[in-house]
Nanobody, 127 residues
Framework: QVQLVESGGGLVQAGASLRLSCAAS????????MGWFRQASGKEREFVAA????????AYADSVKGRFTISRDNAKNTVYLQMSSLKPGDTAVYFC????????????????????WGKGTLVTVSS
């Protein structure tokens, strides 16, 4: 049974930093590109960041470039999202995603090819 379990969300003030983690199980982690998406209340889910199987390649939404960093530890079956300079507009439920069917750079536009989703972790940024 494949599971993606996110953690690390919470309530922070604008300008603060937060690190999200996603622990994967039930699947060969290093075979999957991994990504983070988010969904704000009343809005559609949107792409945030993705990382290739080896971790050598990453992709980011324009809205988070320079502020967020995605990384992975294949020995720990975990992908991270380091978020800094947080803004109230970053408030959302953040979801982890895994795919063996496309590359990291395509995850943002080929969500139909995502194999698994986590249940999400809430990040709230107050002004």
């Amino acid at each position: 049974q494949v599971q993606l379990v996110e953690s690390g969300g919470g309530l922070v003030q604008a300008g603060a930093s937060l690190r999200l983690s996603c622990a994967a199980s039930g699947r060969t982690f290093s075979n999957d590109a991994m990504g983070w998406f988010r969904q704000a209340s009343g809005k559609e889910r949107e792409f945030v960041a993705a990382i290739s199987r080896s971790g050598s390649s990453t992709a980011y939404a324009d809205s988070v470039k320079g502020r967020f960093t995605i990384s992975r530890d294949n020995a720990k079956n975990t992908v991270y999202l380091q978020m800094s300079s947080l803004k109230p507009g970053d408030t959302a439920v953040y979801f982890c995603a895994a795919t063996g069917r496309t590359i990291a750079q395509a995850m943002g536009v080929a969500t139909i090819l995502i194999d698994y989703w986590g249940k999400g972790t809430l990040v709230t940024v107050s002004s």
